[in-house]
C-alpha cells in the first residue's frame, strides 16, 4: 500500500522559493510513477512535473526553468524545488503515484491516471 505525505507549504512573496517534499512509503521509485500536481479553486487539477522511473521528467511550461525534481531514494522522498514563484503559482500540491508504469515513455498527465494520493500542502504567493 502506498502512502504519500506531502508538507513544505506555505506563504512567499513573489520570487520567493519553498520546497515540498513528499514522503512516499510503500513506493518504489525505480518502478513507477510519481508526480506533482496542483489545484487552484474552481480549476481543474493539473500536471506540474512527473518522474518516471527510469528518471525521465515531463514538466508543465508554466514551469519550466523555475522548478526542479529531485529524489531520495535511500528515504523514499520526492521534492518539489520551486524558485522565482509567481501568483500564479498559488494553489494546493499534491503528491500522486502509479507504483508500477511502463505504458510509454513518459508518465502520464491526466490525475485520473494516478492511484494513489497526498493530502495536498497549500502553496500561496503574494505580490
Known amino acids: 500500500q502506498v502512502q504519500l505525505v506531502e508538507s513544505g507549504g506555505g506563504s512567499v512573496q513573489a520570487g520567493g522559493s519553498l520546497r515540498l517534499s513528499c514522503i512516499a512509503s510503500?513506493?518504489?521509485?525505480?518502478?513507477?510513477?510519481i508526480a506533482w500536481f496542483r489545484q487552484s479553486p474552481g480549476k481543474e487539477r493539473d500536471l506540474v512535473v512527473s518522474?518516471?522511473?527510469?528518471?525521465?521528467?515531463a514538466f508543465a511550461g508554466s514551469v519550466k526553468g523555475r522548478f526542479s525534481i529531485s529524489r531520495d531514494v535511500s528515504k523514499n522522498i520526492l521534492f518539489l524545488q520551486m524558485n522565482s514563484l509567481k501568483d500564479a503559482d498559488s494553489a494546493m500540491y499534491y503528491c500522486?503515484?502509479?507504483?508500477?508504469?511502463?505504458?510509454?515513455?513518459?508518465?502520464?498527465?491526466?490525475?485520473?491516471?494516478?492511484?494513489?494520493w497526498g493530502q495536498g500542502t497549500q502553496v500561496t504567493v503574494s505580490s
Open positions: 518522474l518516471k522511473g527510469d528518471g525521465r521528467t
Open positions: 510503500g513506493y518504489t521509485f525505480v518502478r513507477g510513477c
Open positions: 500522486a503515484a502509479i507504483p508500477a508504469y511502463t505504458d510509454s515513455v513518459n508518465c502520464p498527465a491526466p490525475s485520473y491516471a494516478y492511484n494513489y
